[in-house]
């Protein structure tokens, strides 16, 4: 199955910024801000990237939907948005301060081989955060990881696992997107 929501549905993450369950998973991925450069994995129409380079980081965005890129140039100021794949990032060893996955680990091939090239490409001390649903009925995903899919994937790399943060689906009193009752939040620090 071909991964063809941005032909579809065009820069769509940005209008859900008005849905209060997302502005706070964006809001989440902006408690992360560090001084430094950051990559957005999976960074679809950029909406990540523009809030994190207004936020002051250096941003970075690599997708493998050439249309989501095309979209993510037109909508933020990022200079660095490559068309890539999560297993195979084109970047050095020890180049970003901060890694983010947002809803982009399910859609993955091989999420062990992503975890392990955000670690290549964290500084010591880097930080990876991966934001997911906890389930989903999306076509196009691949599978859904738990937090426990990835506390086993993290610990078999430099990185330590911290604390799963949850987001909960009841306390937002409008959400015109999801109706799922959880998301998580896991960080690993290099």
Same mark, same amino acid.
């Given at each position: 199955?071909?991964?063809?929501?941005?032909? $579809?549905?065009?820069?769509?993450?940005?209008?859900?910024?008005?849905?209060?369950?997302?502005?706070? $998973?964006?809001?989440?991925?902006? #408690?992360?801000?560090? *001084?430094?450069?950051?990559?957005?994995?999976?960074?679809?129409?950029?909406?990540?990237?523009?809030?994190?380079?207004?936020? =002051? @980081?250096?941003?970075?965005?690599? /997708? #493998? !939907?050439?249309?989501?890129?095309?979209?993510?140039?037109?909508?933020?100021?990022?200079?660095?948005?490559?068309? =890539?794949?999560?297993?195979?990032?084109?970047?050095?060893?020890?180049?970003? /301060?901060?890694?983010?996955?947002?809803?982009?680990?399910?859609?993955?091939? /091989? %999420?062990?081989?992503?975890?392990?090239?955000?670690?290549? %490409?964290?500084?010591? #001390?880097?930080?990876?955060?991966?934001?997911?649903?906890? *389930?989903? *009925? /999306?076509?196009?995903?691949?599978? %859904?990881?738990?937090?426990?899919?990835?506390? @086993?994937?993290?610990? *078999?790399? !430099?990185?330590?696992?911290?604390?799963?943060?949850?987001?909960?689906? #009841?306390?937002? $009193?409008?959400?015109?997107?999801?109706?799922?009752?959880?998301?998580?939040?896991?960080?690993?620090?290099?």
């Amino acid at each position: 199955m071909t991964f063809d929501k941005y032909e $579809k549905h065009g820069a769509y993450h940005y209008e859900m910024m008005n849905d209060p369950f997302y502005r706070c $998973k964006i809001d989440r991925a902006l #408690s992360y801000v560090m *001084d430094g450069k950051m990559l957005d994995i999976g960074c679809g129409d950029g909406v990540l990237v523009h809030e994190m380079g207004k936020a =002051g @980081m250096y941003t970075h965005g690599i /997708d #493998s !939907s050439a249309e989501g890129i095309r979209l993510a140039k037109m909508f933020t100021c990022c200079t660095d948005l490559r068309v =890539g794949t999560a297993e195979r990032l084109p970047f050095p060893d020890n180049q970003f /301060d901060l890694c983010v996955m947002l809803d982009a680990i399910n859609y993955l091939d /091989d %999420v062990e081989r992503a975890v392990w090239e955000a670690e290549r %490409v964290l500084k010591p #001390s880097g930080k990876l955060v991966i934001m997911s649903p906890m *389930d989903s *009925d /999306d076509p196009l995903q691949k599978r %859904v990881c738990t937090v426990e899919d990835l506390r @086993m994937i993290i610990k *078999d790399t !430099s990185m330590a696992f911290l604390k799963p943060e949850y987001i909960r689906r #009841s306390d937002f $009193k409008r959400c015109w997107l999801w109706d799922k009752v959880l998301e998580f939040v896991v960080a690993g620090v290099k």
